[in-house]
């Protein structure tokens, strides 16, 4: 009984905080738009009963959505990083002798088998899939590839937002991990500080910075770097300033928590034995801060995918994401049951990072066990 | 002791007494003379709170959604026609509202068109969607004859890749701009036939490269301050945009008018959602818009037309005397209405917008 409590709670919690809600949604995707309040048919009445309401819902939205040709999609690019992920480790350890992996020109062709075999592996079990099912082909057809490309745009913003903010965020965490120790509480107060204050506020003091009259440019002008004033507010450059100046901290403090704990007598240890400094580095600091990495890039990666207000306040019209489509579905075409299947599709699409995250999580606890 | 009881009681009915006695407005931003709301307060001892919004769309979903917690509402009328139709408003109480006979029986019968026998709304304000200009500076880059009152010089895209430079706004509102672009066509602007609409497409990509903008509100200031030199644009909105340049005195000239092809004439009417949290309060709040000195102070502040026929006495000249504002029998014949769109026309024309604006 005492058992059946203990894991009763957190299915309850599951249940309450995701599954019902999910259902919700889920149901309001099956249905159809409507003009009546809300604004969608059927709505649920115990007179008809369950089965004539189970009757009138369908997948109408997601197929005109596209929602197989995007599931699709996102399944191939999974299949390709699980195949090419392990491929890359195999050339290393049978060809290589498992030794120098970062920056040669080995690494450069292990790349290249690993991203060729996953190709492979994609093309085959597609090629297998539809032969056996040819009406999977059927799913890769879509009306309207506004959503499409919107999935796309949106993996696409993404992935290099999360690459521009390791690329700020690790020499940060690193100088914090190698400063002082009287120094490292300041320095973390200073990092969180910001979060002190709404994020919809500091999002829109970049407005004023980024406009063609805003201080960038006043102060670009005055220094002479430039003629006449950049176009930045309203672009997809504006995106990713926004997106690594929000997340920053994300991807700092996971790094920096991997970069405390790695011992400095490691990268004495490669000196002496004939490392230069640039070489231990890349050989065992970045393998060792790894899982800090790892973390920091979902936690990125992840809410900027579904991202709404940076994109809405910086982007211009050309900035298509998936969460300003969620947006206009909802607000502007008043049709819930389409933007219903747009956000049951972008949980789907998250999933995927979400399970790798939850794994890269646990390798860390046993390890760190 | 006794007495400390009963203050305490006191107060605390007073306390619901004033919680009770709260109307909640939305209404479209820069749309009234904010003293009347200072005034509404002081006639009444009933608290206003007012909120705004720039989009009948964002409106129409929180009406549709519905617990809104607004008393009273201000949609358009083609979108009141739906939202009436989906249940979202109550009828009024003839009774509650004495002031109903001040209303102008011209505008209440092209009301009707949007709600039969007008009896879920009031009119607030109606105007004309047309085109205002920067006098000095389109006629700089297009010469003195520039067609500053046709639909030439935005929907044509030689005039528009010369008024690119200086900035052009458009409206992001669909509904409007849909159906003028058909008219500059020759099509039924009321269409609603998908294939006709998908006509509007080649004529707005065609000068899309030019427009600076889509937005709704941002050009009553930016053309007041200059920023841009053309927007197409609400009557009133244009011309509180001529009078803040006016007073800022910075040489900015601007100019109203309604399209010589046509323009599309809208009603804006308040109704009360049918689960309003006080009802009562917000037939307060009609009765009191509809008294004619208030209907008047409103119009004079925002410079759109009312549909208060006894309001006219009060009017300034520069209102009741501007064509702009009440046009003459010959223009409000060239005026059209629309109707609204039926759920899957409505995402033709919201997607054919969504492609206009950002490409895809």
Not at chain 1, 120 to 147: G, K, M, N, R
Not at chain 2, 112 to 137: C, F, H, L, R
Not at chain 2, 184 to 201: L, N, Q, R
Not at chain 2, 276 to 290: E, K, R
Request: glycine share 6%; charged share 15%.
């Amino acid at each position: 009984m005492r058992r059946f409590v203990l894991i009763a709670v957190p299915f309850l919690w599951l249940l309450a905080l995701f599954l019902i809600p999910f259902g919700i949604v889920l149901k309001i995707s099956l249905s159809d738009v409507a003009l009546a309040r809300p604004p969608y048919v059927p709505q649920f009445s115990w007179d008809e009963g369950i089965r004539a309401f189970l009757s009138q819902l369908d997948f109408e939205n997601f197929a005109f959505i596209g929602a197989g040709a995007i599931v699709v999609t996102v399944v191939a690019i999974a299949l390709l990083a699980a195949v090419a992920f392990p491929v890359y480790g195999l050339v290393f350890r049978r060809f290589f002798g498992g030794g120098l992996k970062a920056l040669s020109i080995r690494s450069l062709i292990a790349a290249v088998v690993s991203v060729v075999a996953g190709i492979l592996a994609v093309v085959i079990v597609f090629a297998v899939i539809s032969f056996f099912f040819p009406s999977v082909v059927s799913l890769l057809e879509v009306d309207d590839y506004l959503y499409f490309q919107a999935y796309l745009s949106s993996l696409k913003i993404a992935a290099i937002s999360t690459a521009l903010t390791l690329l700020v965020g690790y020499p940060m965490a690193y100088g914090m991990a190698r400063s002082p120790n009287s120094w490292r509480p300041t320095l973390m107060m200073l990092v969180i500080l910001p979060f002190w204050t709404s994020f919809l506020i500091r999002v829109y003091a970049w407005r004023g910075i980024l406009s063609q009259e805003g201080y960038l440019n006043q102060v670009l002008l005055w220094l002479g770097v430039i003629g006449e004033p950049l176009t930045i507010l309203n672009t997809n450059t504006a995106v990713y300033i926004g997106v690594v100046y929000t997340y920053l901290p994300f991807m700092i403090l996971p790094i920096y928590a991997a970069l405390e704990k790695l011992d400095v007598s490691l990268i004495e240890a490669a000196e002496d034995l004939g490392c230069s400094r640039s070489s231990a580095f890349w050989l065992v600091t970045i393998p060792l801060s790894r899982p800090g990495i790892v973390a920091g890039c979902f936690l990125v990666f992840i809410p900027t995918l579904g991202e709404f207000v940076i994109p809405s306040l910086l982007g211009g019209s050309g900035t298509l994401m998936i969460g300003k489509v969620l947006w206009e579905e909802f607000f502007n075409n008043r049709d819930w049951p389409v933007a219903s299947a747009v956000a049951i599709i972008l949980l789907l699409i998250l999933i995927v990072p979400i399970v790798l995250f939850q794994r890269n999580q646990q390798r860390q606890a046993e390890a760190g066990g | 002791m006794k007495l400390h009881t009963l203050t305490l009681t006191a107060i605390a009915a007073l306390a619901t007494a004033a919680s009770a006695d709260e109307v909640r407005v939305y209404n479209w931003s820069d749309y009234i003379d904010e003293e009347l709301l200072q005034k509404f307060e002081d006639e009444t001892g009933i608290d206003l709170i007012y909120d705004v919004f720039d989009s009948n769309e964002l409106l129409e979903t929180k009406m549709l959604a519905g617990g809104s917690g607004y008393d009273v509402v201000v949609p358009t009328g083609t979108f009141l026609q739906r939202q009436i139709m989906a249940g979202a408003f109550q009828p009024l109480d003839m009774s509650k509202l004495p002031n109903i006979d001040n209303m102008w029986d011209v505008i209440e019968s092209r009301t009707a068109q949007y709600d039969p026998g007008n009896e879920y709304s009031i009119n607030y304000m109606w105007g004309t969607t047309g085109i205002g200009v920067n006098v000095g500076k389109v006629q700089e880059l297009l010469g003195e004859d520039a067609p500053l009152s046709s639909m030439e010089l935005i929907l044509n895209p030689e005039n528009m890749e010369k008024l690119a430079e200086c900035g052009v706004h458009f409206l992001d509102a669909p509904t409007e701009m849909i159906p003028m672009t058909l008219k500059y066509i020759g099509e039924d602007p009321d269409s609603h036939d998908p294939e006709v609409i998908a006509k509007a497409e080649e004529v707005l990509l065609a000068v899309r490269p030019y427009i600076q903008k889509f937005h709704s509100s941002e050009y009553i200031n930016a053309l007041a301050n200059g920023d841009i030199c053309v927007a197409v644009g609400w009557s009133g909105d244009v011309l509180q945009a001529r009078d803040r340049a006016a007073e800022a005195d910075n040489g900015v000239e601007i100019a109203y008018n309604a399209f010589a092809e046509g323009s599309q004439m809208w009603f804006d009417q308040m109704a009360i959602p049918v689960d309003a949290p006080n009802p009562d309060a917000a037939h307060v709040f009609l009765n009191f818009i509809m008294d004619p000195e208030n209907m008047a102070a409103a119009s004079n502040y925002v410079y759109y037309a009312n549909g208060n026929k006894a309001s006219q006495e009060f009017l300034v000249e520069d209102v009741i005397g501007d064509p702009a504002i009440y046009p003459d029998e010959a223009t409000l014949e060239n005026l059209y209405t629309t109707t609204p769109y039926e759920p899957k026309v409505q995402r033709v024309v919201t997607r054919l917008w969504t492609k206009i604006k950002s490409g895809v």
